[in-house]
């Protein structure tokens, strides 16, 4: 009926803003332009995201599951902050998770698929040698959302969607201190190569090599803070 066809169109729209909102706030907090421990409110929210309380208020609980805004009852609500230890147990988790996944999508690639990822290989190694980190950023959110959907796998995806911004707020904030963008452009590279040309096996070696370097990182963060 037409009444039901207005109400899922709203429903639609809703959470078209609801999405939108997400990946605004999402990104404020992974670029540290909301800062780790920073206390917020649903109206500044609604002020930076220029998007109103409903769909603010439904990407708060977005956030919340990723760890991202951590909410208090009657305390109010802050960005979490940036824990060391927390993200090496993510990426004992990204081992093993993303070696499924770069080996289904190395299988299950479409050609106009493996054409994008070429386009995204080419397009990092462009942005570590003009030393464009927020390109960077960008192309590594284009990457991983292309892997998930190439992988087939809703389980696998739904999970790495889960997680993701957590990897790369860590990363934003210690790369220029501790970390190698052109190294890190190159493993994410050549993870993109091999998958756009159908090779599981070397996939699942340069996804562990990207981990491995991931690690790594993480440690060198831990002891420059220590230092």
């Given at each position: ?8 169109s ?95 999508a ?71 201190s ?8 190159r ?27 991931l ?13």
């Amino acid at each position: 009926t037409r009444k039901e066809s207005s109400a899922a169109s709203d429903v639609y729209k809703r959470q078209s803003l609801t999405d939108q909102a997400y990946r605004k706030l999402e990104a404020l907090i992974v670029t540290l332009q909301i800062a780790p421990g920073a206390v917020i409110s649903e109206g500044e929210l609604c002020t930076r995201s220029g998007f109103g309380r409903t769909p603010v208020r439904e990407a708060i609980q977005r956030l919340a599951q990723q760890r991202l805004v951590s909410i208090l009852p009657r305390r109010g609500m802050f960005v979490t902050d940036i824990n060391v230890e927390t993200q090496l147990h993510l990426l004992e988790f990204r081992r093993e998770v993303e070696d499924l996944m770069v080996r289904l999508a190395a299988r299950r690639r479409t050609g106009a698929e493996a054409v994008r990822f070429t386009e995204i290989a080419t397009a990092m190694d462009q942005a570590a040698a003009t030393g464009d980190d927020a390109g960077f950023m960008i192309l590594d959110q284009q990457f991983n959302e292309l892997l998930g959907a190439t992988c087939r796998n809703p389980f696998a995806q739904r999970s790495m969607e889960h997680w993701n911004p957590l990897s790369r707020r860590f990363w934003y904030q210690h790369h220029q201190s501790v970390g190698d963008l052109p190294q890190m452009a190159r493993l994410h590279a050549d993870l993109a190569w091999t998958i756009a040309a159908g090779e599981p096996e070397a996939a699942g070696q340069a996804s562990d090599l990207l981990i491995t370097y991931l690690a790594s990182f993480t440690r060198a963060a831990l002891e420059a803070r220590v230092a």
